[in-house]
């Protein structure tokens, strides 16, 4: 039997778009067929970066979004041996947000769409990206209370959809995730197994 190979998923989308959903149910259905698998989720907050964002995501720190954009980055350099790691040795990573989501809301915000690649270049590439696509108006409706700033903007939301649908061109796999989870579950899932 071949060693199993392992994948880094990207599951990307506006907040409430159900990316932590899927991602639990691809765990369960790839664990189910025997597959090692871990859900990461962007930012991690027990991180010493993770915490900082955390702080600055409640408004108790000031930062422009040029230094937002390099904790959520360096949020996830924090992570990077742990993912060639486990990756190598065939884990299938599952990421709650990734690499894309730095762009969409750097873009959001006016900064250089360039950079915020460039910035990310050293990190585990993702073997397959998802847009789980929904609009800010749905994203505000499944989330009434406890929004942070940036969830409270639809406007800015609107343009980071903008750039999430700009960046999905380059191959990723746009899903309508205002349709019942278990559908949207079984495209992720076809998906995935096309590349196990």
């Known amino acids: 039997m ?3 190979r392992g994948l880094l998923i990207a599951l990307e ?3 409430q778009s159900g990316k932590q959903t899927q991602a639990e149910l691809l765990r369960d259905r790839l ?3 025997g597959r090692s698998v871990r859900l990461l989720s962007f930012p991690d ?3 010493a970066i993770g915490a900082e964002l955390g702080r600055a995501l409640r408004g ?7 230094v937002m954009q390099l ?4 949020n996830r350099y924090e992570w990077k041996g742990d993912i060639v790691r486990e990756k190598d040795a065939g884990t299938i990573l599952v990421c709650d947000r990734y690499l894309a989501s730095s762009v969409a809301y750097g873009e959001a ?3 250089d769409v360039a950079w915020l690649t460039e910035i990310q270049k050293y990190l585990p590439q993702p073997d397959i990206t998802f847009l789980l696509d929904i609009p800010p108006e749905v994203s505000a409706r499944r989330k009434t209370i406890d929004r942070d700033r940036f969830e409270r903007d639809l406007e800015m939301l609107a343009r980071v959809r903008e750039s999430y649908l700009r960046q999905a061109q380059a191959g990723w796999v746009r899903l309508d995730a205002n349709r019942d989870r278990n559908a949207v579950a079984a495209d992720v899932y076809a998906a995935v197994s096309r590349l196990l």
């Open 45 to 47: 907050y027990h991180t």
């Open 31 to 33: 664990m189910a067929g």
């Open 109 to 111: 915000q006016g900064l």
């Open 71 to 74: 904790l959520y980055v360096a």
């Open 2 to 4: 071949k060693a199993s």
């Open 13 to 15: 989308g506006l907040d």
């Open 60 to 66: 108790e720190r000031d930062y422009g979004p040029d």
